[in-house]
């Protein structure tokens, strides 16, 4: 199945977990399977009494156009049926859907993105054995991180460490940058977070000293950067103050082993302009690549109208003359100047 139709069957299913059904004349909408109660996730009847027999036009009073509040509250749940006497009938209308998830019912990108990530988080509360049982969990965890006693670019530290951002080098071979992914502090195995900060040979050093080789045994074994920041953070305020030192320090040391970076000069944003009438001029440029120990050099001529006159590229001589010229010009451009030698 392609992708395009894979994202449409995703999106069809998120719409049916946001659709409520409105009610109108009751005639389109099954009181047992259909969403149609505005509350909870399914929108549905908690559990079927056994009045299976009933349709939705049963709970209306024909006469009045309104509920049968004596048979809603004998057949649903007490529950459900305090929320049913208090939806409004359109009787001149057909039942329609609408979307839950809108106070007015009408359906949006924005509220659809919303819904998804509800339902994400309910996905990653259902399979994190730690985390607690309401929705909400990871915003809690947030609280805790931007309270914690520190400087604030060690907040930031944590919160790109949580997101697991930092430009270690297997994050930025994953982001398309051709490098050495070997670690820079060991040289030995390849740097990803875990790696930098738990698994590196010269880091478990440090947790031995500071005696927190039982934290760092325990945060190696988290399945995902969001994992370690939330149980760091479920430790005593001092001490998860005190790990997460630990790992700025860490971070700060290993940057410094990062090669010495060389500043190059930026170029003023000029633009070339052509030389005056009868004369020519010449631009020259080179470069340099330390790490293949090459280098090359070239030089251009020009006239007042853009056109080439002399071209060189480290040893080779490309030569043309210029029609409109003298003969003396001519002559000088395509011969009388030396060529550089290599």
């Known amino acids: 199945m ?5 994202s449409i069957l995703k999106g069809l299913e998120l719409i049916r977990q946001g659709i409520v059904m409105r009610i109108g004349n009751g005639e389109n909408v099954n009181i047992w399977t259909d969403p149609w109660i505005p509350r909870g996730v399914t929108r549905r009847v908690s559990c079927n009494q056994g009045h299976t027999v009933l349709s939705r036009v049963d709970l209306i009073d024909p006469s009045t156009g309104t509920w049968d509040k004596e048979l809603v509250q004998d057949i649903l749940p007490r529950d459900d049926a305090e929320i049913v006497l208090k939806i409004p009938i359109y009787k001149d209308m057909e039942d329609f859907a609408a979307w839950h998830y809108d106070s007015k019912g009408i359906f949006s990108v924005k509220s659809a993105y919303m819904v998804h990530v509800y339902y994400l988080r309910r996905a990653e509360e259902g399979s994190t054995s730690d985390a607690p049982g309401t929705v909400g969990w990871k915003e809690e965890t947030w609280k805790r991180l931007w309270k914690l006693k520190c400087p604030p670019k060690v907040h930031h ?38 790696h930098l900060f738990f698994k590196c040979r010269l880091v478990k050093e440090r947790w031995r000293a500071l005696e927190l080789e039982d934290v760092r045994v325990q945060l190696s074994l988290c399945t995902s950067a969001f994992d370690v920041c939330h149980s760091i953070l479920k430790l005593p305020s001092e001490k998860a103050t005190f790990v997460v030192a630990t790992l700025w320090c860490w971070w700060t040391e290993r940057n410094k082993a990062l090669p010495m970076k060389v500043d190059v000069p930026l170029r003023s944003n000029q633009h070339w302009s052509l030389p005056d009438t ?11 690549s330390q790490n293949e120990q090459k280098g090359g050099r070239g030089c251009i001529a020009r006239n007042n109208v853009g056109r080439f006159g002399f071209v060189w590229v480290s040893c080779r001589t490309f030569c043309v003359a210029f029609d409109s010229y003298p003969e003396d010009v001519i002559r000088l451009v395509a011969g009388d100047i030396a060529a550089p030698t290599s």
């Open 278 to 288: 009868h004369v020519i001029k010449f631009n020259c440029d080179g470069a340099f």
């Open 157 to 194: 530290f944590l919160w790109r460490f949580s997101h697991n951002s930092h430009p270690v080098r297997r994050n930025l071979e994953r982001r398309g940058m051709d490098l050495d992914t070997r670690c820079v502090v060991c040289s030995t195995l390849f740097e990803d977070g875990c």
């Open 2 to 6: 392609s992708y395009v139709w894979r």
